[in-house]
């Protein structure tokens, strides 16, 4: 059976304001209530059941742990037939033994990621407040999950540098890998726009990434990711691309109920409390995208598999159907950032 997947944003609510972050607004005022969130994820299996789909799903926020309602949640997933299994997206900052305890007896709790941009303690702080020594000993508890854990590293001209401190610090806690995913200039993270990563940074990155993985460096074959995951397996690492969804399989789901292409791509399709969600992914834009629709490099490139970032071009050039300004293949890009007006 296919997969569908959701990243799902259950409440703007946090307690950092993290510089890079995605968000303009940190409170719960717009967030759901619980008998919503159980309207919204019906909609969505109905969806899911006509198309024989099964959902893997990431829980994610603000900070997910701070939503009033974050145990029902879960349970609803883990007794759901349609879900194969979730993931959770965190600071952190929350989880202690106890709260880890708890997530270990989710059968369906698959993956805990947490969010780090620095393995060294002033880059680390520069980006969230946070003390790093306190980050360190949650490291440490995470460790003893049961299942998949992983740092998501937020890539940008700033921290470069710790790539290969992610390697060190995965082996030492115990944990499985780290995924590295560039930034985007949005919400907050508008005040570090001037440090979203260069064409050069991301080819050298991905080029680093592949060596230390022991994998022969061809970038045309890795020309269509958006992100790496690394995996430790045993004495030995493993490199996973990670390709666009672009309407195929997959959308993000924001605390109020409306519906982006992806977290990165701040286009509002429709709001799942007041429409059918068979109705919202006809609406999707990038169902209907082809090569002749892209302007630039995009719309003549080899790479027939690959139709660029959609989500990238948005939020660059405020124009989805703009040329990825981060391809590798792509000599004449510019990364001339615009400022959007809103989230």
Known sequence: MKKFHIQWHITSFCNLRC??????????????????????FNNLSSFLTKNNLKLTIDITGGEPLLHPDFWKILEMLEDSDIVESC?????????????????????????LKVSCEAMEKATFEYFRNFPFERFLHILEIISRFDREKLIMFTLLELNVNQIPLLFDTVEKYGLNGFIVERFFPLGAGKQLEDFTISRKTWKHVTEKLLEMCGIPVNLELVSEHRGFKIIRNKNEWEIFGAVCVRG????AIMHDGWVF????????????????????????PLRKISRKNLKGSCGSCRIKRCLGCRALAYVIYDDYLAEDPLCFLNENAILKPIVKNSI
Do not use: M
């Not at 968000?23 to 209530?33: K, L, R, V, Y």
């Not at 993931?87 to 993956?111: A, E, M, P, V, Y």
């Not at 195929?248 to 959308?251: D, E, L, Q, T």
């Not at 977290?263 to 609406?283: G, M, Q, S, T, Y």
């Open 248 to 251: 195929k399989n997959g959308c």
């Open 87 to 111: 993931g959770i997206i965190t600071n952190g900052t929350l989880i202690n033994q106890d709260i880890l305890k708890k997530l270990n007896c989710f059968s369906k709790l698959r993956t």
């Open 19 to 40: 510089k890079h972050c995605y968000q303009e607004n940190f409170d719960a005022s717009q967030d759901i209530c619980f008998s919503d969130i159980k309207k919204l």
């Open 261 to 284: 292409p992806c977290r990165r791509f701040p286009l509002k399709i429709a709001n799942v409390l007041n429409e059918p969600f068979c109705e919202i992914w006809e609406k999707n």
